[in-house]
């Protein structure tokens, strides 16, 4: 069973950074692209940033590039998410999805985490 | 950029009933169009995959439909755990930015 299991949402003040973690299991993660997509209060989902199997491939959304940097650690089965100069705008409940495919030509969501909560806020 | 939109907002529907949701693309998606269902409080799910493939587990009762930039999710026959927000997304650009469309929500009429 596909398990995606996200930590590190906080309270935080804008300008500060976060970091996200997703642990991940039952399904060979080194094989397969990974992404985080949020959701903000009442809204709609909006993919924040994927990485390829081997990180050869990194994208990110304009709303977050240059402030947030994902990775992956394959040993580990494990998928993160640094996040700095946080704005009022970047809270949300973070999802860290499963890719089917392991590139960047792959970008179809087949598994869900139940999402970390991010605030941000003075 | 590839824009989706999704058509209505909402669609208030009883039980039994058949309920057809659209999205539509700026441009061509190559049929990389796929369909998830989000219920309150949950993850959202992927129903339908490359226009018309059912994700593992999905009912028969859902199926999708359409081409280029015009599709369709159709839910034949609505059960009550059927009505949640569905959301399209495309696959056809990296980054995928703006990959999902706004949202259909299918509430009980």
């Known amino acids: 069973e596909v398990q995606l299991v996200e930590s590190g949402g906080a309270l935080v003040q804008p300008g500060r950074s976060l970091r996200l973690s997703c642990a991940a299991s039952?399904?060979?993660?080194?094989?397969?692209?990974m992404h985080w997509v949020r959701q903000g209060p009442g809204k709609g989902l909006e993919w924040v940033a994927g990485?390829?199997?081997?990180?050869?491939?990194?994208g990110y959304a304009d709303s977050v590039k240059g402030r947030f940097t994902i990775s992956r650690d394959n040993a580990k089965n494990s998928l993160h998410l640094e996040m700095s100069s946080l704005k009022a705008e970047d809270t949300a409940l973070y999802y860290c999805v499963k890719d089917r495919y392991s590139g960047r030509n792959g970008m179809l969501f087949d598994y869900w985490g139940q999402g970390t909560l991010v605030t941000v806020s003075s | 950029e590839i824009v989706l939109t999704q058509s209505p907002a909402t669609l208030s529907l009883s039980p039994g009933e058949r309920a057809t949701l659209s999205c539509r693309a700026s441009q061509s998606v190559n049929n990389y169009l796929a369909w998830y269902q989000q219920k309150p409080g949950q993850a959202p799910r992927l129903l339908i995959y490359?226009?018309?493939s059912r994700a593992t587990g999905i009912p028969a009762r859902f199926s999708g439909s359409g081409s280029g930039t015009d599709f369709t999710l159709t839910i034949s026959s609505l059960e009550p755990e059927d009505f949640a927000v569905y959301y399209c997304?495309?696959?056809?650009?990296?980054?995928?930015?703006?990959?999902f469309g706004q949202g259909t929500k299918v509430e009980i009429k």
């Open positions: 990485i390829s199997w081997n990180s050869g491939n990194i």
């Open positions: 490359d226009t018309s």
């Open positions: 997304q495309q696959r056809s650009t990296w980054p995928p930015e703006k990959t």
């Open positions: 039952g399904f060979t993660f080194e094989d397969k692209a």
